[in-house]
């Protein structure tokens, strides 16, 4: 499910990219997708992914006037 996810993510930055670029100066600027898988997601030293490895994905657009938005999403396990 998680991989069905990134992957749709990915489609929609490759497909919005080349709009964005075209669409005038309001939108112009560059898509940037990630996908990452890493052997454990840890955060502030403490394994959010029970020591198990995890996806990772990010879509960030960056403008030419040094702005940005983005989201991250991974993949954790609390039990």
Do not use: C, H
């Not at 075209?22 to 052997?39: D, H, M, R, W």
């Not at 020591?51 to 991974?74: C, H, M, N």
């Amino acid at each position: 499910m998680i991989a069905y996810n990134i992957a749709r993510l990915a489609a929609a930055a490759a497909a919005l990219g080349p709009m964005a670029a075209q669409a005038g100066p309001l939108l112009s600027g560059v898509l940037a997708p990630q996908v990452t898988i890493t052997s454990d997601y840890r955060y502030d030293g403490v394994s959010e992914s029970a020591e198990r490895p995890a996806i990772q994905g990010s879509l960030y657009w960056w403008r030419p006037d040094k702005t940005y938005a983005g989201v991250f999403v991974t993949q954790v396990d609390f039990r």
